[in-house]
């Protein structure tokens, strides 16, 4: 199996060709080739030296990633299911917003953090994607928004909140963003991608040396050592204080928006206790809170606190002087909502390939409200 030519950024495309004595300066109009113009097929390459592309063609896979299934959710939400080179399937979300047509991507197959509201963790970790599959989901989904709905459907953003913990995949997860960032790659701006974490410590510290600044939202989920620890086992070895002091090392202005991702399980971390310790520790004016209600999958053990329950939280955060909002449920009449990822579908058999989806009620109505600031 030839490694995929969308592992490679520029400068190491372009060093490899030099390394390999054909000219290093083709790395230029390759990357234009795949990314700006979409073309696949190195014969197609009509300014890059023969020698080039037979050295390409030779070594590397030029393919796109398979979208094996797709679903579109009522509200426009559409879910990928997106097969690698070894018959592994993650999940792509693009969801439509406004003037954005974000992408969340996933950055492993399963997760290995196991935190316990979670559909993707009932998967384990199976393995970590390689950068090429990472930036693979771009491409494959654009292309086929390109084919099936029109040119004018283009991906604005992208939020690595789908499937596994970016943070644990480091190294691809970089250069993935270099290749999104990269004005001979995908040319998107810093602003247009978010990164989420489940608090990784010391990947975090590394993070500020050398990650490219883009937008950061950490899965806060309670401000009391006892209750996350019960939610995100990762906290037993990276607490609060740990978690906190790996925050503060990050300079604020290459990650501008500190993002905390709370989310709302009933009975759980939705009470005035909370609300306090949320307030005492974060600061107000660097922070902005996210409130994700609980999102339901068949055998979840949480329930998602009542409309009243949320609003009521929004209220008290808002009352502190916080930047609050909450985050609309999109896409969970066909699981695409965050959380309900989960690649072996057939084992649960909530899809039906010549069916599609299988709509389940009780959360396909449980939509909340938009995203809501005050
Ligand atoms: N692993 C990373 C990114 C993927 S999860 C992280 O944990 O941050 C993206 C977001 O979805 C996280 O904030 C996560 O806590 C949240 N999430 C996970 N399961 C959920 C569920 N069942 N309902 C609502 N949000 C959920
Ligand atoms: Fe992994 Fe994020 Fe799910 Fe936790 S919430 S198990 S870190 S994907």
Not at 135 to 143: A, D, H, I, K, L
Not at 168 to 179: G, L, P, Q, S, V
Not at 208 to 236: G, Q, W
Request: proline share 4%.
């Amino acid at each position: 199996m030839k490694p995929s030519i969308f592992d490679l950024s520029h400068d190491e495309l372009k060093k490899i060709l030099t390394d390999n004595k054909v000219s290093g300066f083709g790395a230029t109009q390759i990357f234009d080739w795949l990314y700006k113009k979409w073309e696949f097929n190195p014969e197609n390459w009509s300014n890059v030296a023969k020698k080039t592309r037979e050295f390409i063609q030779e070594q590397y896979s030029t393919e796109l990633n398979k979208i094996v299934w797709n679903g579109l959710s009522k509200d426009g939400t559409r879910k990928f299911l997106v097969k690698m080179y070894d018959g592994q399937t993650v999940e792509a979300v693009a969801i439509p917003a406004r003037d954005r047509l974000t992408l969340c991507v996933s950055s492993q197959v399963g997760c290995a953090v196991g935190c316990t509201f979670c559909h993707t963790a009932t998967q384990g970790l199976k393995r970590h994607l390689k950068t090429g599959e990472v930036v693979g989901q771009y491409m494959s989904v654009q292309q086929w928004l390109f084919d099936n709905v029109g040119p004018e459907e283009k991906l604005t953003n992208i939020v690595y909140m789908g499937q596994g913990e970016p943070l644990h995949n480091y190294e691809n997860m970089k250069r993935a963003t270099e290749i999104f960032l990269h004005e001979r790659g995908l040319g998107l701006g810093q602003r247009r991608i978010t990164l989420s974490t489940s608090g990784l410590v010391p990947a975090i510290e590394k993070l500020a040396l050398d990650f490219p600044p883009v937008n950061l939202a950490i899965s806060l989920h309670s401000a009391r050592n006892d209750v996350r620890t019960e939610m995100m086992p990762i906290n037993k070895v990276y607490d609060l204080d740990r978690l906190f002091a790996a925050i503060k090392k990050i300079p604020l202005k290459a990650h501008r928006r500190i993002t905390y991702e709370y989310l709302l399980a009933d009975g759980v971390n939705d009470t005035m206790e909370d609300v306090v310790a949320l307030a005492e520790l974060l600061n107000s004016k660097e922070s902005k809170i996210n409130l994700i209600p609980f999102n339901e999958f068949p055998g979840s053990k949480y329930k998602r606190p009542s409309e009243q329950k949320i609003m009521w939280f929004l209220d008290q955060m808002i009352k502190r002087g916080f930047t609050c909002t909450i985050r609309t449920t999109k896409g969970s009449d066909i699981l695409a909502a965050c959380g309900q990822l989960k690649s072996e579908y057939d084992k649960v058999n909530l899809w039906n390939k010549d069916e599609g989806p299988v709509v389940i009620p009780s959360i396909a109505n449980n939509v909340v409200q938009n995203q809501t600031t005050r």
